[in-house]
């Protein structure tokens, strides 16, 4: 692959990159229509797609008309939940700007976010994601931001607190600029369009949790660099689905850690380790289904509690 199909597009003083914001919704509630406000006062933004998941409470439709005369908003319904990469990848389909924009709805964009992002994937050509500090609503920056690959080894080091091999999770001060990584959170990701059509979008066989890392890793199996711009920092709402469906979506994270194991640790060759670690996940899940089942019955019978998707 030459450095030419590697680099994304340049921007250029006189060439005003365009962006396309596609934002996948299942019953998020309201903070989907402050996401949008947000995301389209940033000049760069061309086109926003709203990627509709079969909700029930008409937020969506609401949100897509009230930006009718905007021209740049489009509503696409489901008629079924078909998961977040799935449901990226209807968006991404339809979106024709220079880069792509993946942006959870539960996620605050600050005033020039998308341009500093923007500026950072110029600097660096050989990019073919970057993401930012999300952070939650006391401004508490998320590890998730800044993974490496959840090798075996890593999780089992994360797990028990062994100093002697790096874990998951990347310790350290936050820096003030880009620096590479191997996986940053899905909440956000802006993408070149070659880089995104080059891996061919997400995998579809996740529905929910550990997408992103699978994304993250084939890019760079690609020979792109994966990125994270430590200067720009984003609230994330974080946790709508988590609170009232606990149990579905501890069962799809699950799900998808062991597809990850299996598509991209070597560990996973071995037959009898593999066996091994899928126990491990059936058996953590299995485990924290009676405190799962019991926070989702306590959360639904809040008057206030609306549903939340994925």
């Known amino acids: 692959m030459s450095d030419a199909t590697l680099a994304p597009a340049s921007i250029r003083a006189e060439t005003r990159p365009s962006v396309a ?51 740049r908003v489009h509503l696409l319904p489901q008629t079924r939940n078909l998961g977040f990469g799935a449901g990226v990848n209807r968006g991404a389909r339809h979106t024709v700007a220079d880069y792509l924009l993946i942006l959870n709805p539960d996620c605050m964009l600050s005033p020039g976010s998308i341009g500093r992002l923007l500026n950072s994937l110029d600097r660096l050509p050989r ?76 995998d579809e066989g996740y529905f929910l949790h550990c997408e992103d890392l699978d994304l993250c890793r084939r890019l760079r199996d690609q020979g792109y660099g994966v990125w994270l711009d430590g200067a720009v920092r984003v609230e994330h709402g974080k946790g709508g689905s988590s609170r009232h469906r606990p149990v579905f979506v501890s069962w799809h994270k699950h799900r998808g850690m062991w597809r990850w194991f299996r598509r991209h640790d070597p560990a996973a060759r071995r037959l009898w380790l593999a066996a091994m670690v899928w126990s491990g996940i059936w058996l953590h899940f299995a485990a924290g289904l009676p405190s799962r089942w019991l926070a989702g019955w306590r959360h639904r019978r809040r008057p206030s509690s609306g549903l939340a998707g994925a």
């Open 21 to 71: 914001v596609v934002i996948v919704t299942a019953d998020s509630g309201e903070s989907l229509r402050d996401c949008v406000r947000q995301a389209l006062a940033e000049s760069e933004v061309t086109e926003l797609w709203i990627v509709d998941n079969a909700s029930i409470d008409d937020v969506p439709r609401q949100v897509a008309g009230e930006w009718t005369a905007d021209g």
């Open 127 to 202: 990019a073919g994601l970057i993401g930012a500090v999300i952070c939650d609503t006391e401004g508490r920056p998320d590890p998730a931001s800044r993974r490496r690959d959840p090798l075996l080894a890593r999780a089992l080091a994360t797990l028990t607190g062994r100093k002697q091999v790096e874990g998951v999770t990347v310790q350290g001060p936050w820096l003030s600029g880009p620096i590479a990584c191997d996986a940053v959170s899905g909440a956000l990701m802006l993408l070149p369009r070659v880089a995104w059509q080059a891996v061919g979008g997400f």
